[in-house]
T-cell receptor, first 118, second 111 residues
Framework: GAVVSQHPSRVICKSGTSVKIECRSL??????MFWYRQFPKQSLMLMAT?????????EQGVEKDKFLINHASLTLSTLTVTSAHPEDSSFYIC??????????????FGPGTRLTVL | GQNIDQPTEMTATEGAIVQINCTYQ??????LFWYQQHAGEAPTFLSY????GLEEKGRFSSFLSRSKGYSYLLLKELQMKDSASYLC????????????FGAGTTVTVRA
């Protein structure tokens, strides 16, 4: 199997607050997890790559101090959006690599978190 | 770098066949994925091609030509539930198996 969960599915917060999103691989150990964001009618944009026990690798243009990633175990990665602003409103999706289906490259996606910052 | 192109939209009738093409230009090609994404939901894995040829999986088939930098996803016996966005994604040899996604093709199935 290759099931990835994500929590919360939807969050609305006030500007200036921080929001934590959890990503879990439920039935496999994820060697690598990825965080994406997606704006309406656009494709997925990779934000960062997260390996268990090491610092995340951020894509160009993504602020590491604003989007804090912690990969505490082989089944859990968290993304914290610090001091959120309305422009951070988006659909955040995590994925995990390491399931037994497909190939070693295959990424399995969580259901996504829709963040709305007021 | 990478450049992945796929059509923006396609419309087809229930029961018909639709072919979604994807062309790519990338360094360090390692494989090509197709994902299905319904509106407001996360992508779900459909297929993976690393060698040239056709991979068939039920009503969905995917083809790859590495020399031409070309792939297609074939959807047969279309059903209304197949209305979704279909994402072509390329895997790279370097750096943690990152995927680069095309913009997606929105397929609308009409009765």
């Amino acid at each position: 199997g290759a099931v990835v969960s994500q929590h919360p599915s939807r969050v609305i917060c006030k500007s200036g607050t921080s929001v934590k999103i959890e990503c879990r691989s439920l039935d496999f150990q994820a060697t690598t997890m990825f965080w994406y964001r997606q704006f309406p009618k656009q494709s997925l944009m990779l934000m960062a790559t997260s390996n268990e026990g090491s610092k995340a690798t951020y894509e160009q243009g993504v602020e590491k101090d604003k989007f804090l990633i912690n990969h505490a175990s082989l089944t859990l990665s968290t993304l914290t959006v610090t001091s959120a602003h309305p422009e951070d409103s988006s659909f955040y999706i995590c994925s995990a690599r390491g399931g037994t289906s497909g190939s070693a490259d295959t990424q399995y996606f969580g259901p996504g978190t829709r963040l709305t910052v007021l | 770098g990478q450049n992945i192109d796929q059509p923006t939209e396609m419309t087809a009738t229930e029961g018909a066949i639709v072919q979604i093409n994807c062309t790519y230009q990338t360094s360090g090609f390692n494989g090509l994925f197709w994902y299905q994404q319904h509106a407001g939901e996360a992508p779900t894995f459909l297929s993976y091609n690393v060698l040239d040829g056709l991979e068939e999986k039920g009503r969905f088939s995917s083809f790859l030509s590495r020399s031409k930098g070309y792939s297609y996803l074939l959807l047969k016996e279309l059903q209304m539930k197949d209305s979704a966005s279909y994402l072509c994604a390329v895997s790279h040899l370097s750096n943690d198996y990152k995927l680069s996604f095309g913009a997606g093709t929105t397929v609308t199935v009409r009765a």
